[in-house]
Antibody, heavy 120, light 107 residues
Framework: QVQLVESGGGLVKPGGSLRLSCAAS????????MTWIRQAPGKGLEWVSY????????YYADSVKGRFTISRDNTKNSLYLQMNSLRAEDTAVYYC?????????????WGRGTLVTVSS | SYELTQPPSVSVSPGQTARITCSGD??????ACWYYQKPGQSPILVIY???KRPSGIPERFSGSNSGNTATLTISGTQAMDEADYYC??????????FGGGTKLTVL
């Protein structure tokens, strides 16, 4: 079964930085688009960013554009999210998800998430 | 930007059919998918490309998409189906869009 394990979450002050990681296993990581999706406490799902299988195409939600950077290392089967200039509204559980980019784009496996709390 | 609208809540009696809608401009021209999420757990894909079920998803889950509305139908709803349900679509300009979520209550 596909495994996605996020790490790197924690408490950070407004304006601070954090780097999330997602370790993938039990599938050929380099064949898939990968995505970060977040969920604020008690709220719905919000797409954050996705990256193509080889890392050549990157997309961001307007809410994080210019502050967050997605990347991947296919040699390490790992996905990353560098988060800078963090704000209180970035507080959320951040999920790593495997993408199926066919005629559309959806997510067939999700990690358990890592909690990011932005507070002074 | 593209938006998807879901009702905040839907209630159904056990054994009955639950229908959860997702509305968006010309949504029928795109593919819709659905996820369910139980408290404290990660979302799980239940329908993709409008009507397809991933392996392991019960046959009582089905989907449709036409016009401006996609619908997730749960036939013979069980107590274990009580969860939050999210629709999602992909748009070339907005990219990934989620609906606001619908809380399904089985009572």
């Amino acid at each position: 079964q596909v495994q996605l394990v996020e790490s790197g979450g924690g408490l950070v002050k407004p304006g601070g930085s954090l780097r999330l990681s997602c370790a993938a296993s039990r599938f050929t990581f380099s064949d898939y688009y990968m995505t970060w999706i977040r969920q604020a406490p008690g709220k719905g799902l919000e797409w954050v960013s996705y990256i193509s299988s080889r890392g050549g195409s990157l997309y961001y939600a307007d809410s994080v554009k210019g502050r967050f950077t997605i990347s991947r290392d296919n040699t390490k089967n790992s996905l990353y999210l560098q988060m800078n200039s963090l704000r209180a509204e970035d507080t959320a559980v951040y999920y790593c998800a495997r993408g199926q980019y066919i005629s559309t784009y959806f997510f067939d496996f999700w990690g358990r998430g890592t909690l990011v709390t932005v507070s002074s | 930007s593209y938006e998807l609208t879901q009702p905040p809540s839907v209630s159904v009696s056990p054994g009955q059919t639950a229908r959860i809608t997702c509305s968006g401009d010309k949504l029928g021209d795109k593919y819709a998918c659905w996820y369910y999420q139980k408290p404290g757990q990660s979302p799980i894909l239940v329908i993709y490309e409008d009507t397809k079920r991933p392996s392991g998803i019960p046959e009582r889950f089905s989907g449709s998409n036409s016009g401006n509305t996609a619908t997730l139908t749960i036939s013979g709803t069980q107590a274990m189906d009580e969860a939050d349900y999210y629709c999602q679509a992909w748009d070339s300009s907005t990219h990934v869009v989620f609906g606001g979520g619908t809380k399904l209550t089985v009572l």
